[in-house]
Protein backbone atom coordinates (compact mmCIF):
# COMPACT_ATOMS: atom_id res chain seq x y z
CA UNK A 1 0.00 0.00 0.00
CA UNK A 2 1.29 3.40 -0.98
CA UNK A 3 -1.15 5.48 -0.12
CA UNK A 4 -4.58 6.02 1.40
CA UNK A 5 -7.69 8.15 0.85
CA UNK A 6 -9.89 8.37 3.32
CA UNK A 7 -13.57 8.40 2.44
CA UNK A 8 -16.42 8.34 4.82
CA UNK A 9 -19.90 6.92 4.13
CA UNK A 10 -23.08 9.07 5.14
CA UNK A 11 -23.20 7.00 8.77
CA UNK A 12 -19.17 7.73 8.38
CA UNK A 13 -18.61 4.41 9.31
CA UNK A 14 -17.02 2.32 5.91
CA UNK A 15 -13.14 3.93 4.62
CA UNK A 16 -11.89 3.16 1.35
CA UNK A 17 -8.55 2.27 1.20
CA UNK A 18 -6.51 2.29 -2.17
CA UNK A 19 -4.12 -0.37 -2.91
CA UNK A 20 -0.74 -0.09 -4.93
CA UNK A 21 -2.04 -2.37 -7.26
CA UNK A 22 -4.97 -0.19 -8.55
CA UNK A 23 -7.67 -2.05 -6.62
CA UNK A 24 -9.72 -0.69 -3.12
CA UNK A 25 -10.48 -2.24 -0.10
CA UNK A 26 -13.52 -0.91 2.22
CA UNK A 27 -12.63 -0.75 5.48
CA UNK A 28 -16.05 -1.30 8.08
CA UNK A 29 -15.53 0.56 11.74
CA UNK A 30 -15.94 -2.21 14.74
CA UNK A 31 -19.16 0.43 15.63
CA UNK A 32 -21.61 -2.05 13.77
CA UNK A 33 -20.46 -5.05 16.09
CA UNK A 34 -22.25 -4.11 18.97
CA UNK A 35 -24.76 -2.25 16.99
CA UNK A 36 -25.96 -5.57 15.61
CA UNK A 37 -25.91 -7.35 18.56
CA UNK A 38 -28.62 -4.29 20.33
CA UNK A 39 -30.49 -4.67 17.28
CA UNK A 40 -30.94 -8.06 16.99
CA UNK A 41 -30.92 -8.95 20.56
CA UNK A 42 -33.46 -5.95 20.97
CA UNK A 43 -35.46 -7.26 18.06
CA UNK A 44 -36.08 -11.11 18.99
CA UNK A 45 -37.20 -9.67 22.74
CA UNK A 46 -39.63 -6.90 21.63
CA UNK A 47 -40.45 -9.10 18.33
CA UNK A 48 -41.48 -12.29 20.69
CA UNK A 49 -43.16 -9.80 23.06
CA UNK A 50 -45.73 -7.94 20.57
CA UNK A 51 -46.74 -11.24 19.02
CA UNK A 52 -47.30 -13.02 22.17
CA UNK A 53 -49.56 -9.64 22.94
CA UNK A 54 -51.59 -9.70 19.80
CA UNK A 55 -51.86 -13.72 19.21
CA UNK A 56 -52.00 -15.22 22.79
CA UNK A 57 -52.71 -12.51 25.38
CA UNK A 58 -54.49 -14.46 27.92
CA UNK A 59 -52.65 -17.68 27.49
CA UNK A 60 -48.74 -16.11 27.90
CA UNK A 61 -50.29 -14.20 31.16
CA UNK A 62 -51.77 -17.14 32.82
CA UNK A 63 -49.70 -19.09 35.04
CA UNK A 64 -50.18 -21.86 37.59
CA UNK A 65 -52.14 -20.02 40.01
CA UNK A 66 -54.17 -16.98 38.23
CA UNK A 67 -54.83 -15.61 35.08
CA UNK A 68 -56.14 -12.25 33.71
CA UNK A 69 -57.50 -10.12 35.32
CA UNK A 70 -55.10 -10.82 38.48
CA UNK A 71 -52.04 -11.35 35.97
CA UNK A 72 -51.72 -9.14 33.15
CA UNK A 73 -48.17 -8.82 31.58
CA UNK A 74 -46.40 -11.80 30.90
CA UNK A 75 -42.87 -12.97 31.85
CA UNK A 76 -40.17 -13.53 29.45
CA UNK A 77 -39.91 -17.22 29.68
CA UNK A 78 -43.55 -17.49 28.50
CA UNK A 79 -43.19 -14.53 26.21
CA UNK A 80 -39.90 -16.55 24.34
CA UNK A 81 -40.86 -19.68 24.79
CA UNK A 82 -44.35 -20.94 24.88
CA UNK A 83 -46.16 -20.03 21.75
CA UNK A 84 -45.81 -20.39 17.99
CA UNK A 85 -45.01 -17.96 15.79
CA UNK A 86 -43.65 -15.66 18.72
CA UNK A 87 -40.96 -18.85 19.60
CA UNK A 88 -39.56 -19.35 16.27
CA UNK A 89 -39.34 -15.56 15.79
CA UNK A 90 -37.56 -14.99 18.76
CA UNK A 91 -34.70 -18.02 18.12
CA UNK A 92 -34.18 -16.82 14.73
CA UNK A 93 -33.58 -13.12 15.48
CA UNK A 94 -31.77 -14.63 18.50
CA UNK A 95 -29.26 -16.32 15.71
CA UNK A 96 -28.63 -13.42 14.02
CA UNK A 97 -27.37 -11.85 17.70
CA UNK A 98 -24.85 -15.14 17.88
CA UNK A 99 -22.22 -13.98 15.29
CA UNK A 100 -21.83 -10.03 16.76
CA UNK A 101 -22.06 -11.55 20.49
CA UNK A 102 -18.68 -14.02 19.22
CA UNK A 103 -17.23 -10.84 18.07
CA UNK A 104 -17.59 -8.77 20.74
CA UNK A 105 -16.16 -11.24 22.74
CA UNK A 106 -12.95 -11.59 20.34
CA UNK A 107 -12.27 -7.97 19.79
CA UNK A 108 -12.77 -7.34 23.42
CA UNK A 109 -9.84 -9.67 23.99
CA UNK A 110 -7.50 -8.00 21.21
CA UNK A 111 -8.35 -4.68 22.43
CA UNK A 112 -7.43 -5.07 26.19
CA UNK A 113 -4.88 -8.37 26.37
CA UNK A 114 -1.81 -6.02 25.90
CA UNK A 115 -3.09 -3.95 28.66
CA UNK A 116 -4.88 -6.81 30.91
CA UNK A 117 -3.58 -9.81 29.62
CA UNK A 118 -4.74 -12.08 32.56
CA UNK A 119 -7.88 -10.07 32.64
CA UNK A 120 -8.63 -10.11 28.89
CA UNK A 121 -8.79 -13.73 28.87
CA UNK A 122 -10.50 -14.34 31.56
CA UNK A 123 -13.31 -12.50 30.27
CA UNK A 124 -13.09 -13.98 26.77
CA UNK A 125 -13.80 -17.49 28.28
CA UNK A 126 -16.13 -16.30 30.96
CA UNK A 127 -18.11 -14.28 28.03
CA UNK A 128 -17.92 -17.72 25.68
CA UNK A 129 -19.31 -19.36 28.55
CA UNK A 130 -22.38 -16.95 29.40
CA UNK A 131 -22.72 -17.01 25.86
CA UNK A 132 -23.38 -20.70 25.80
CA UNK A 133 -25.77 -20.88 28.97
CA UNK A 134 -27.47 -17.79 26.92
CA UNK A 135 -28.38 -20.46 24.41
CA UNK A 136 -29.70 -23.32 26.90
CA UNK A 137 -32.09 -21.02 28.30
CA UNK A 138 -33.15 -19.72 25.10
CA UNK A 139 -33.40 -23.10 22.83
CA UNK A 140 -34.50 -25.11 25.51
CA UNK A 141 -37.59 -23.72 26.74
CA UNK A 142 -39.66 -24.19 30.20
CA UNK A 143 -41.90 -25.84 28.01
CA UNK A 144 -39.30 -28.00 27.38
CA UNK A 145 -38.18 -28.85 30.10
CA UNK A 146 -38.09 -26.61 33.19
CA UNK A 147 -35.02 -27.59 35.30
CA UNK A 148 -32.87 -27.20 32.57
CA UNK A 149 -34.59 -24.16 31.55
CA UNK A 150 -33.98 -22.65 34.81
CA UNK A 151 -30.56 -24.01 35.46
CA UNK A 152 -29.29 -22.61 32.57
CA UNK A 153 -31.06 -18.95 33.37
CA UNK A 154 -29.23 -18.93 36.99
CA UNK A 155 -25.76 -20.10 35.20
CA UNK A 156 -26.42 -16.95 33.09
CA UNK A 157 -26.85 -14.71 35.69
CA UNK A 158 -24.24 -16.09 37.91
CA UNK A 159 -21.74 -15.32 34.80
CA UNK A 160 -23.03 -12.09 34.67
CA UNK A 161 -21.17 -11.00 37.95
CA UNK A 162 -17.53 -11.63 37.17
CA UNK A 163 -18.68 -10.57 33.07
CA UNK A 164 -19.97 -7.08 34.14
CA UNK A 165 -17.32 -6.61 36.88
CA UNK A 166 -14.36 -7.53 34.48
CA UNK A 167 -15.51 -5.04 31.64
CA UNK A 168 -16.04 -2.52 33.81
CA UNK A 169 -12.17 -3.00 35.22
CA UNK A 170 -10.56 -3.26 31.98
CA UNK A 171 -13.03 -0.95 28.97
CA UNK A 172 -10.98 1.91 29.21
CA UNK A 173 -7.42 0.05 28.76
CA UNK A 174 -8.66 -0.15 25.05
CA UNK A 175 -5.79 -0.48 22.67
CA UNK A 176 -7.39 2.20 20.50
CA UNK A 177 -9.28 5.52 21.87
CA UNK A 178 -10.30 8.19 20.28
CA UNK A 179 -10.67 9.83 23.48
CA UNK A 180 -9.45 9.07 27.23
CA UNK A 181 -12.38 11.38 28.42
CA UNK A 182 -14.69 8.93 26.51
CA UNK A 183 -13.91 5.74 27.59
CA UNK A 184 -13.37 6.79 31.30
CA UNK A 185 -17.21 8.37 30.94
CA UNK A 186 -17.81 4.76 29.29
CA UNK A 187 -17.23 3.26 32.26
CA UNK A 188 -19.20 5.20 34.76
CA UNK A 189 -22.31 4.60 32.19
CA UNK A 190 -21.32 1.09 32.60
CA UNK A 191 -20.73 1.00 36.19
CA UNK A 192 -24.61 2.21 36.43
CA UNK A 193 -25.99 0.29 34.16
CA UNK A 194 -24.25 -2.88 36.18
CA UNK A 195 -25.62 -1.63 39.56
CA UNK A 196 -29.42 -1.30 37.95
CA UNK A 197 -28.86 -5.06 37.28
CA UNK A 198 -28.18 -6.60 39.85
CA UNK A 199 -30.53 -3.92 42.44
CA UNK A 200 -33.30 -5.54 39.86
CA UNK A 201 -32.35 -9.15 40.99
CA UNK A 202 -33.86 -9.00 44.78
CA UNK A 203 -37.08 -7.53 44.09
CA UNK A 204 -37.88 -10.25 41.31
CA UNK A 205 -37.02 -13.27 43.59
CA UNK A 206 -39.01 -11.32 46.37
CA UNK A 207 -42.34 -11.19 44.26
CA UNK A 208 -41.17 -14.50 42.61
CA UNK A 209 -41.32 -16.25 46.07
CA UNK A 210 -44.97 -14.26 46.35
CA UNK A 211 -46.25 -16.01 43.80
CA UNK A 212 -44.64 -19.24 43.92
CA UNK A 213 -44.94 -20.05 47.55
CA UNK A 214 -47.75 -17.77 48.82
CA UNK A 215 -49.58 -17.45 46.04
CA UNK A 216 -50.87 -13.59 45.65
CA UNK A 217 -52.33 -12.67 43.10
CA UNK A 218 -50.54 -10.19 40.85
CA UNK A 219 -47.11 -11.00 42.09
CA UNK A 220 -45.68 -13.25 39.20
CA UNK A 221 -47.13 -9.67 36.88
CA UNK A 222 -44.64 -7.68 38.94
CA UNK A 223 -42.00 -10.26 39.25
CA UNK A 224 -42.07 -9.91 34.69
CA UNK A 225 -41.64 -6.79 35.10
CA UNK A 226 -38.43 -7.12 36.77
CA UNK A 227 -37.26 -9.89 34.55
CA UNK A 228 -38.05 -7.51 31.75
CA UNK A 229 -35.94 -5.01 33.27
CA UNK A 230 -32.71 -7.61 33.33
CA UNK A 231 -33.18 -7.78 29.60
CA UNK A 232 -33.35 -4.39 29.29
CA UNK A 233 -29.63 -3.80 31.35
CA UNK A 234 -28.71 -6.86 29.57
CA UNK A 235 -28.67 -5.34 26.11
CA UNK A 236 -28.19 -1.97 27.29
CA UNK A 237 -24.56 -2.37 29.19
CA UNK A 238 -23.12 -4.24 25.77
CA UNK A 239 -24.67 -1.54 23.43
CA UNK A 240 -21.60 0.57 25.50
CA UNK A 241 -19.10 -1.17 23.36
CA UNK A 242 -20.02 1.57 20.76
CA UNK A 243 -17.67 3.64 21.90
CA UNK A 244 -14.68 1.24 22.08
CA UNK A 245 -15.67 -0.47 18.92
CA UNK A 246 -16.02 3.08 17.28
CA UNK A 247 -12.59 2.87 17.47
CA UNK A 248 -11.47 -0.43 15.48
CA UNK A 249 -11.50 -0.97 12.12
CA UNK A 250 -12.11 -3.89 10.27
CA UNK A 251 -10.75 -5.07 6.86
CA UNK A 252 -10.04 -7.73 5.18
CA UNK A 253 -6.38 -7.43 3.37
CA UNK A 254 -4.97 -9.49 0.27
CA UNK A 255 -2.19 -12.28 1.49
CA UNK A 256 1.30 -11.65 0.47
CA UNK A 257 2.69 -13.61 -2.76
CA UNK A 258 5.17 -16.16 -2.55
CA UNK A 259 8.00 -14.57 -3.69
CA UNK A 260 6.58 -11.01 -1.53
CA UNK A 261 7.19 -14.11 2.02
CA UNK A 262 10.54 -14.26 1.05
Excluded at 71 to 84: K, Q
Excluded at 101 to 121: E, N
Excluded at 128 to 152: E, K, N
Excluded at 244 to 260: G, V
Aim: proline share 5%; aromatic share 16%; glycine share 6%.
Amino acid sequence: MVGSQRRDSPAGLVREVHLAAGGSLNKVSGWWIPFLHTVFASAAFLGALVIGWKLHYYKIVKNEHYGYPHEWFPSVSATIGDRYPGRNVFQILIALTAPPRLLLHIFWYVLTVRAAPKRAKALFWIGFLRTWTCAGWVYVTSGDDHDVHDVMMIAYMLLTIPYMTLLINISDKSLFAHSAHKLALNRQRRKWVCMLFFGAIPPMIYFFLNHKVYKIAGAYTTYAFFEWALIVFDVMFDSLAMVEFKALDLSILPAKSDEQRD
